[in-house]
């Protein structure tokens, strides 16, 4: 990725004694700290931002009000700010920018800055800090930014001059869109904001030790392209950074020379088209059974952009015992951190997918499988794979309380909006079967927190998306309890025209945790009622609050009513649109894997897991693959084994 930061300031042309004109070095214009913000942004190309003022950050505001190249949002919440920005940026691919004040402005935006940091998203925060004279002396509003973001930017800076200004901006600008993306913080101090000194453009980066991009090792290339060639069990465990690359089509392209299976990780969701025949669909604790077991089962893994999060292995040392591994990544640090690559290759994932992809072929040249069908390349892992597909088709059963089913809710809203739309989605049940149960077929079309598991960012990420991509249908698709953390910005959307559509999947709880406590703690429900659905006193009513924010509000609680609801919030574009649907707080997510214990233990449903090809033991479960049963295992102690009774494998 390059930044656009060369665009000069127009050079001034003065008269030359005799009447000639001649082009003379320009006298760099003098201005304020301030107005080098706003000039610097304008200069990057920034079009948007989301902010909210106070002292520390009042002299950027005042040219703000003159900008006609930047677009201002008011959010209403600084979180609201940040988790916008990363909408802007997980849509678009382009940087987003987040304005707080100093103190409790930019802690704040904390969150927001630790969940881009975890989903590797571009982020620039720019936050007003104290006068210079004053920090370090617990001035008003004086919070240590730099210092508490530290652990979770990319890099930061403190600027305490006005002449440093339009270079910090720019570095952050670039440091936050190359290589890895991620939040870069700058932190101007209100003297720096004031004072004034001369605008210099193009600011020289300087920036030693930051290479972001290396060149790809061809040697390295070549030895996954052979051991791809020889593998006969491979699978390509594709992350989120192939989306975070743009590296989409060369995926593709390596997928279908290869004839590999794929697996797409939460965050790698729409990376890879989920109608294309290859594609496994998701892996992990809540993943779909056949891409859990071409894990376990492959003697090949080739991660791109795939950091091994511990959602996806299950018990590392379990996970994927039969396999050599090729990591493709553009950050060294992730390369051996989880999990020994047998062939690492640093490098950007677009490059290294389409340089495999021709390596690959030149190895293979002329043998059979080179021409016609590369799917025969690996016939007996496709007959085993489809056989998975087969017996464990993703599905649900009927809720047991006749309450709506959740995952029939989801399924609607995608099979209704297409793929076309941009959804983005809280932390929870409600996140996991907008995971499972839409279908993806473009990268940037699903947004959510999948490293931080952030509540609350669904709806402003919505409306930072719904900003960057004003012509697509943009849904929010939110838990009531994530939905009570940042609702707040319904107000930013209506005032600021950005018709998003909010679907609450109101299950009355806090399910994901309810879930658990099902599970693992016999059915003793701590804290996870949250009064919001059906046979409550519905504190809020979303729909009555919904309508208090100027948005439309409508309640579904029924299943012949949800089309006809999901088609009015899409044609409904003069406001935001919210839809309370009221469903059972029984539905649980599944498959799933307990945490802490072998991938292999993955259960279908309830007590249900799927047998073993091969020896089987008498639970089911392969002795090679499975390590000790879950109940010898060292497992978290927040997550024993499953012990309750039970529930019908899905069905639909
Ligand atoms: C900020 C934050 N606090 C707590 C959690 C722990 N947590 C994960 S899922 C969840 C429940 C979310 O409830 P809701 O939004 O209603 O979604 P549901 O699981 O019911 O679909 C909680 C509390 C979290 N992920 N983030
Ligand atoms: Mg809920």
Avoid at 40 to 51: A, N, Q
Avoid at 105 to 121: F, H, Q, R
Avoid at 264 to 287: C, E, I, Q, Y
Avoid at 611 to 630: H, I, K, M, N, V
Wanted: proline content about 8%.
């Amino acid at each position: 990725m390059s930044t656009p930061i060369s665009t000069p300031l127009p050079s001034a042309v003065r008269p030359k004694p005799g009447g000639e004109h001649l082009t003379r070095a320009p006298e760099p214009p003098v201005v304020t700290g301030a107005e080098a913000v706003v000039r610097t942004l304008e200069l990057l190309g920034v079009t948007d931002v989301f902010g909210l003022p106070g002292g520390a950050i009042l002299p950027v505001y005042d040219p703000l009000l003159d900008t006609e190249k930047i677009r201002h949002i008011l959010v209403r919440h600084e979180q609201g700010a940040g988790h916008a920005a990363e909408g802007y940026a997980a849509a678009s691919g382009r940087v987003g920018v987040a304005i707080a004040t100093s103190g409790p402005g930019a802690t704040n935006l904390v969150t927001a800055i630790a969940d881009a940091y975890m989903d590797s998203v571009p982020l620039l925060a720019i936050t007003g800090q104290v006068f210079s004279t004053l920090m370090g002396t617990d001035a008003f509003q004086e919070a240590d930014i730099v210092g508490i973001t530290m652990p979770i930017t990319k890099h930061s800076f403190l600027v305490t001059k006005p002449e440093e200004i339009p270079a910090a901006i720019a570095a952050a600008y670039h440091i936050a869109a190359t290589g890895r993306p991620g939040p870069v913080l700058v932190d101007i101090t209100k003297d720096a904001q004031q004072n004034s000194a001369p605008f210099i453009w193009p600011v020289k980066l300087d920036l030693p030790g930051y290479r972001p991009t290396a060149k790809v090792h061809g040697k390295q290339v070549q030895a996954a392209a052979q051991m791809l060639a020889a593998a006969k069990r491979p699978v390509l465990y594709v992350g989120g950074g192939v989306i975070r690359a743009q590296g989409s089509a060369e995926l593709l392209e390596l997928a279908d020379v290869t004839g590999a299976p794929v697996v797409t990780t939460l965050m790698a969701r729409g990376a890879f088209p989920d109608s294309h025949p290859a594609n496994l669909g998701m892996p992990g604790m809540h993943g779909t059974v056949p891409a859990v077991l071409s894990l376990q089962e492959a003697d090949l893994l080739v991660a791109v952009a795939a950091r091994f999060d511990d959602r996806v292995t299950g018990k590392a040392s379990l996970f994927a015992p039969k396999a050599k591994v090729v990591h493709i990544d553009i950050d060294p640090a992730e390369i051996g951190k989880i999990r020994l690559a047998e062939v690492p290759i640093v490098g950007d994932a677009k490059e290294v997918c389409a340089e495999l992809a021709a390596a690959f072929r030149e190895v293979t040249a002329g043998d059979r499988y080179a021409s016609g069908a590369p799917a025969e390349r690996y016939a007996d892992w496709w007959t085993y794979l489809h056989g998975l597909q087969e017996e464990f088709p993703l599905g649900y059963a009927p809720t047991s309380d006749g309450q709506l089913s959740p995952q029939y809710v989801i399924e609607r809203i995608g099979a209704i909006s297409g793929p076309e739309a941009v959804y983005a989605s809280g932390v929870g049940q409600h996140q996991m079967w907008a995971a499972q149960f839409i279908r993806y077929e473009r990268p940037n079309s699903w947004l959510n927190s999948g490293g931080a598991g952030t509540m609350g960012y669904a709806v402003p990420a919505a409306m930072g998306a719904k900003v960057a991509q004003p012509d697509r249908v943009v849904w929010a698709i939110d838990g009531d309890g994530c939905f009570q953390m940042t609702n707040q910005e319904l107000a930013t959307c209506v005032l600021n025209d950005i018709p998003i559509k909010v679907a609450i999947i109101n299950n009355s709880s806090l399910g994901m945790v309810r879930q658990w406590q099902t599970l693992f703690y016999d059915g003793r429900y701590s804290n996870t009622h949250l009064n919001t659905g059906h046979g409550t006193k519905r504190i809020p009513d979303f729909v009555k609050l919904a309508e208090a924010y100027g948005a439309l509000g409508i309640r579904v609680e029924r299943e012949e009513d949800v089309d006809d609801a999901i088609r009015v919030a899409i044609e409904t574009n003069d406001r935001p649109v919210v839809l309370d649907f009221v469903v059972s707080a029984d539905a649980m997510v599944w498959p799933m894997v307990p945490q802490g214990v072998s991938n292999s233990y993955v259960q279908y449903a309830r007590e249900h897991a799927p047998s073993w090809e091969g020896d089987e033991t008498a639970d089911g479960r392969d002795p090679d693959l499975a390590g000790p049963a879950p109940e010898e295992q060292a497992a978290e102690p927040s997550a024993p084994a499953p012990r309750s009774s039970a529930e019908a494998p899905g069905t639909r």
